[in-house]
């Protein structure tokens, strides 16, 4: 079935450096990929998303790329501040379907 | 809050009973989700609907149950059958035009059955 693929589960970087985050899916169908940080026990918001029809999309300091050959997508995080600690979730969701198929998360921790 | 609401933010049950958690959302999409989370993992699909008085099963449905009789809603009942019901339970909603959309979460029910 289908299935996505999430690296690492947690990651620790000093505040000002860059954090990345990958993800890897199975079915060739997706064609929409959306980006989740979840602050503890808070709901799940977007924070970028892109569709397959593009390799890179970019807002302020976030970023997120796509290989669709490898089928991989990437959230990039620059200049991390301690608010950007929290966690992260992709996904992807598969053409034709209204089921979003989750990555199982990063726990990012920014150090002051 | 996004348009789209949960209630009870938290629920307490005895074993053996079955509880029905809302939601609700008034931002007039098609496409509702049920999601169970547990501490420290990742987002679980129970049931989702593309229109009304319509549903299919997610990946670990077994114990609970769904209807969707109007737009705006979409009930989730846990039932006594389910083995581990204490949980984090979101819900979301979506637009279903082509291409994909953002899902809109809820707040969060917080399950806890002794």
């Known amino acids: 079935g289908e299935n996505v693929e999430q690296h690492p589960s947690t990651l620790s970087v000093q505040e000002g450096d860059s954090a990345v985050i990958k993800c890897t899916y199975s079915?060739?169908?997706?064609?929409?990929f959306p980006w989740y940080k979840q602050e503890l026990g808070k709901r799940p918001q977007l924070i970028i998303d892109?569709?397959?029809?593009?390799g890179e999309k970019k807002d302020q300091r976030i970023a997120v790329t796509l290989n669709k050959t490898a089928k991989h997508f990437s959230l990039h995080i620059t200049e991390t501040q301690p608010e950007d600690s929290a966690v992260y979730f992709c996904?992807?969701?598969?053409?034709?379907?209204?089921?979003?198929?989750f990555g199982t998360g990063t726990r990012l921790k920014v150090l002051a | 809050d996004g348009g789209i609401t949960q209630s009870p933010k938290y629920l307490f049950r005895k074993e053996g009973q079955n509880v029905t958690l809302s939601c609700e959302q008034n931002?007039?999409?098609?496409?509702m989700y049920w999601y169970r989370q547990d501490p420290g993992q990742g987002l679980r699909l129970i049931y989702y609907?593309?229109?009304?008085?319509?549903?299919q099963k997610g990946d670990i449905a077994e114990g609970y149950s769904v209807s969707r009789e109007k737009k705006e809603s979409f009930p989730l009942t846990v039932t006594s059958a389910q083995k581990n019901p204490t949980a984090f339970y979101l819900c979301?909603?979506?637009?279903?035009?082509?291409?994909?959309?953002?899902?809109?979460f809820g707040p969060g029910t917080r399950l806890t059955v002794t």
């Open positions: 979301a909603s979506s637009s279903t035009g082509t291409g994909g959309s953002e899902q809109y």
């Open positions: 079915d060739s169908a997706s064609n929409y």
């Open positions: 892109i569709r397959s029809n593009v």
């Open positions: 996904a992807a969701l598969t053409s034709g379907t209204y089921k979003y198929i």
């Open positions: 931002l007039n999409h098609d496409a």
């Open positions: 609907s593309q229109i009304v008085n319509d549903f």
